[in-house]
């Protein structure tokens, strides 16, 4: 799951669910490139790229540079904090 806000900055959060527990939210990663407010992020329909855009007229893509496995939750390697920029698009 992926949050933006007034603080220039993407989040990048891990749900950890259990058939007999409430979902967990766990803080992943913090993405830092814009400067001004960030006020949309969407995946690319596979998940394997993030765009960001802010009103500082920027859109950013970031790409997961880590190894990933088939299931975001589960324990195994995940490319943790290896979310870079991919490349920037100005308005």
């Given at each position: 799951v992926?949050?933006?806000g007034n603080d220039?900055?993407?989040?990048l959060w891990k749900i950890k669910t259990s058939?007999?527990?409430q979902p967990d939210?766990?803080?992943h990663q913090e993405?830092?490139?814009?400067?001004?407010?960030?006020?949309a992020v969407r995946f690319s329909p596979d998940g394997e790229t993030?765009?960001?855009?802010?009103d500082d007229t920027?859109?950013?893509?970031?790409?997961?540079?880590g190894v990933r496995s088939s299931s975001f939750g589960s324990s195994a390697p995940?490319?943790?904090?290896?979310?870079?920029?991919?490349?920037?698009?100005?308005?």
């Open positions: 992926a949050s933006a220039n900055e993407v989040r058939s007999t527990e939210v766990i803080f993405l830092t490139g814009h400067s001004k407010p960030v006020n993030l765009a960001s855009a802010s920027s859109i950013i893509l970031w790409k997961d540079k995940q490319g943790d904090g290896t979310w870079g920029p991919l490349g920037v698009l100005r308005g």
